[in-house]
């Protein structure tokens, strides 16, 4: 089952993807990865949708990775006594810690936390910023705001704050019996949502200890001042567009996806495009023409990967949204100019490495002989990641020990990793990935392939070798 295409595609499961036989179909249509929304998701569905996966996994003798998205923090006003207002511009609105119902003065906003931080100035926006207020006047309980932009609003609608940094973590109680559970089931990937300083994504890798890696969501403004501080200790991003399509104008979002996109691959981590790529399909079997351009710029961009969320978790259609979306990363990455994109948005890791000289070896070396495939030998799949920066022409096959180590590198760019026993000395090595090659279908007999491993075998982070092989 190798993939034509380098970008992966990650479809979020739900109501419209809950049985065996269309998870199945999913996996067949183009899906590598497959992310579960605890949002929507109790213990007993996450742990069903684990075993299923994993099922799934076995019969088709294919790594599938596990991508659990914690739900984070949710901000909310509490409720009205008529169950909304019209609010008017001009309008002085009060949030305070009253419990009462409120009207269309007030309302309780039950987060003393967000009370104590807003400051003068600060924006507040309602309902996914349909409702918009400045803040004129706080106090320990309460804050005074005008309202910018008009609109109903309702019971318990979400509130955003663009100018506000909260001093809470992101990890709520439910969090982290959520994270818990998941790291009991084994998933791959474990997803921050509303990430403001690096410190969010430390807390979490202080729990997960290596059994998951930890990708940060980047949806608050907050992440983008520190977005550098934020790529260094995550795992991986995830360009968040609809969150952080309301807490920054819509028009600034395209360039904040090239810049994280370009900020991490700079650094080594994938990036995942998310939120309403395919959104039309939902309820039509056909996407429209500017989603499939939407798709097609992210591939151009080089991002690892693609993400569905409704469409594959509670539209009509999920099965044609992966394979409508696997067609346009493949059509995009045999385009003339692709190459041409990629290759310009090359840039030197930073603090280079001996590893990291060998991965950018290997990718000239293999342009230059026309290579079949990059073949890393990877324990950690830090050497993948390495190769997959470098965004080669040659696809790249890792072959790794750890089952762990396969599927969380289903994520990552160009990389079709397989599970096998470490090779045990240089003849083995090199015999064992021609073989890998051939049976995983690219190459025959004479093509050549290169070789990227590092000795002694079995040591983490030893990459220091480079061969030229050819298949027998």
Known sequence: MR???????????????????????????????????????????????????????????????????????????GAFAEGSVHLRKGDCFVLDSDARPGDVTRVQLPHPEILAALKVNDTILIDDGKVRLHVVETSADSASAIVDVAGRVSNRKGVSLPDTEILITSMTAKDRADLDTALDEGVDWVAISFVQRPEDVIEVKKITQGRALVMAKIEKPQAISRLEEVIEVADALMVARGDLGVEVPLEKVPGLQKRINRNARRLGKPVVVATQMLESMILSPLPTRAEVSDVATAVFEGADAVMLSAESAAGQYPQEAVATMSRIAEEVETDTVYRSIINAQRAEAPNPTSADAIAVAARDVAQTLHCKAIIAWTSSGATALRIARERPASPILALTPKRDTARR????????????????????????????????????????????????????????MIRIAHLG
């Not at 269309?22 to 069903?48: E, Y």
């Not at 289903?410 to 990935?433: K, P, Q, Y």
């Not at 000795?455 to 990459?463: H, K, Q």
């Open 3 to 77: 993939r034509l295409r380098r970008v992966k595609v990650i479809a979020t499961l739900g109501p419209a993807s809950i049985d065996k036989a269309i998870v199945t179909g999913l996996v067949k249509a183009g899906a590598d990865v497959f992310r579960i929304n605890m949002s929507h998701t109790d213990h007993a569905g996450l742990r069903a949708y684990v075993r299923m996966i994993r099922e799934i996994e076995s019969e088709l003798r294919r790594a599938l990775g596990v991508l659990v998205d914690l739900q984070g923090p949710k901000l909310r006003i």
């Open 409 to 464: 590198l289903a994520l990552v760019w160009g990389v079709h990793a397989l599970e096998t026993r470490d090779a045990i000395d240089i003849e083995d090595m090199v015999s064992r990935a021609c073989e890998h090659s051939v049976s995983e279908g690219f190459g025959k007999s004479g093509d050549r392939v290169i070789i990227v491993a590092g000795m002694p075998f079995g040591s983490p982070g030893a990459t220091n």
